[in-house]
């Protein structure tokens, strides 16, 4: 079974970009047919799609943070990333990425990492 774990460094500053860091075991971010996701739930709120990439390497976005999102991977590490720029409170949320089969299909899921975006 895939297991996913999300790093990232629980506070940011506003302004400044937050990365995080999913690993992934038990299977192959290049394995076709897989696209690996971020998600993320603020507080009290539902989850949000933040973005994707595919296992041949394209990313595709969610086009209210588009402008903002890059998503990128190390397949010799096994790992994909995310890049939020000029973040401000309202990204303060659980981070999460998941691996599905197909769009929005997520079967594997990480625990999440609280990020909280604050002066």
């Known amino acids: 079974q895939v297991q996913l774990q999300e790093s990232g460094p629980g506070l940011v500053k506003p302004g400044q970009t937050l990365s995080l860091t999913c690993t992934v075991s038990g299977g192959s971010i290049t394995t076709n047919n897989n696209l690996w996701n971020w998600i993320r739930q603020p507080p009290g709120k539902g989850l949000e799609w933040i973005g994707r990439?595919?296992?041949?390497?394209?990313?595709y976005y969610s086009p209210s943070l588009q402008s903002r999102t890059s998503i990128s991977r190390d397949t010799s590490r096994n790992q994909f990333f995310l890049e939020l720029r000029s973040v401000t409170p309202e990204d303060t949320a659980v981070y999460y990425c998941?691996?599905?089969?197909?769009?929005?299909?997520?079967?594997?899921w990480g625990q999440g990492t609280h990020i909280t975006v604050s002066s």
């Open positions: 990439i595919g296992s041949g390497g394209y990313s």
């Open positions: 998941a691996r599905g089969p197909r769009w929005e299909r997520y079967d594997d």
